[in-house]
């Protein structure tokens, strides 16, 4: 009989231990699912621009983006502040600050001026922005070539900068460098004329007598 009374007790024992087992491993698996699904922190993501508007100004460079950025979390991230950097350029060109948060792509002298300010982009998902960035005496007046571009972020739950995407400006398209407008930021085949334009632009950007539009007046046409 004793040998059966230790048989059984290896195998309540055994039993008992499997369902320990179990148990804990489903209690993980609650934890992490919820974790998972409540309370991940996740990242922003955000793609290259298909257009851009820009003008050069004197020593001045003004350039709008449209910008997605998606949430991959389900918690909400906090915005606090974006540049604009171009980091094969030298040190000397200082990056481009957010100064506005425009309502549509193509600049005009009815829109109404919104100063950049912290915002949130809910969890799991996606917010379109139109953001301007701006340096005075930054040392950078685009020419006609494609330029290595990095759009920056400041987050609530990080401390530094944190890079979004990378991508290329394609400052060959600005044609009409006193004027702000839109162009196309897709690589295209420039005209003879249009690349000579190109070429130019920057030496001639100076003598153009258009005002930045931060309430003054400017030669873009309204969308």
Known sequence: MVPLKVAADQIASS???????????????????????NARQGRLKA???????????????RL????????????????QDLILTFPDEPASHLPLLWVS???????????EAKLPAGFVVPGREAQQLFLEFEAPFSGFLPKARDYKAQIQVRVGHRKGW?????????????VDPGRYTVYNNAPVELTKED???ADAAPR???????????????????A
């Open 101 to 111: 948060s425009p309502s549509r792509l193509q600049p005009g002298p009815d829109e």
């Open 47 to 61: 793609w290259e621009p298909h257009s851009f508007a820009a003008i050069v100004h004197g020593s001045t460079a």
């Open 204 to 222: 001639t950007a100076g003598r153009t007598r258009g005002r930045l539009p931060s309430g003054r007046q400017e030669t873009g046409a309204p």
């Open 15 to 37: 039993s008992l231990t499997g369902a320990s087992v179990v148990s804990v491993c489903a209690l993980f698996f609650t934890v992490a699912s919820f974790w998972w699904l």
């Open 162 to 174: 944190r890079p979004l995407p990378t991508f290329s400006l394609r400052a060959a398209n600005i």
């Open 64 to 79: 709008r983006l449209p910008l997605v950025l998606h949430n991959t979390g389900p918690k909400p991230i906090v915005v």
């Open 195 to 197: 690349q000579r334009r």
